[in-house]
């Protein structure tokens, strides 16, 4: 997806310009491209933030009406539903508030490969039931 190569090297701010498949995609091609140490910045709002969220939401309405894209579609999500997502593609996710003395209700993820268990960490169960 060409548009979402241009979106990895620009940032991950517009994610909610895109539809719900197209973000996938977007996030897909950037885990593909991630390195071991990597870290995936995304900066989105949070659908569930309340009055705060309507703020975020009617600035984008009015960005696309003064740039003449009256039809711009958005698809927002909840933290909630950003995180599920990450999680689904394999990325763990560290989540931090970006609207502190603002009125909109951004959130920032930072995203990183989820650790795959190595022997060294892998838990063992050390317990002694059914041991007589």
Same mark, same amino acid.
């Given at each position: 997806?060409?548009?979402?190569?241009?979106?990895?090297?620009?940032?991950?701010?517009?994610?909610?310009?895109?539809?719900?498949?197209?973000?996938?995609?977007?996030?897909?091609?950037?885990?593909?491209?991630?390195?071991?140490?990597?870290?995936?910045?995304?900066?989105?709002? #949070?659908? +569930?933030? &309340?009055?705060? !969220? =309507?703020? @975020?939401?009617?600035?984008?309405?009015?960005? %696309?009406? /003064?740039?003449?894209?009256?039809?711009?579609?958005?698809?927002?999500?909840?933290?909630?539903?950003?995180?599920?997502?990450?999680?689904?593609?394999?990325?763990?996710?560290?989540?931090? #508030?970006? +609207?502190? &003395?603002?009125? !909109? =209700?951004? @959130?920032?993820?930072?995203?990183?490969?989820? %650790?795959? /268990?190595?022997?060294?960490?892998?838990?063992?169960?050390?317990?002694?039931?059914?041991?007589?």
């Amino acid at each position: 997806m060409r548009i979402g190569i241009q979106l990895l090297q620009d940032g991950l701010d517009v994610l909610h310009m895109l539809s719900p498949e197209e973000q996938e995609s977007v996030l897909a091609a950037a885990c593909a491209s991630l390195t071991a140490h990597g870290r995936i910045v995304v900066r989105e709002a #949070d659908a +569930g933030g &309340g009055w705060r !969220f =309507a703020m @975020v939401a009617i600035g984008n309405r009015l960005k %696309a009406v /003064a740039f003449g894209d009256w039809r711009q579609r958005f698809a927002f999500r909840t933290a909630a539903e950003w995180q599920a997502c990450f999680q689904r593609l394999g990325l763990r996710c560290a989540t931090q #508030d970006m +609207g502190q &003395g603002t009125p !909109f =209700a951004n @959130v920032l993820f930072v995203l990183s490969r989820a %650790a795959a /268990a190595s022997p060294s960490t892998r838990r063992t169960d050390t317990s002694t039931a059914g041991v007589a």
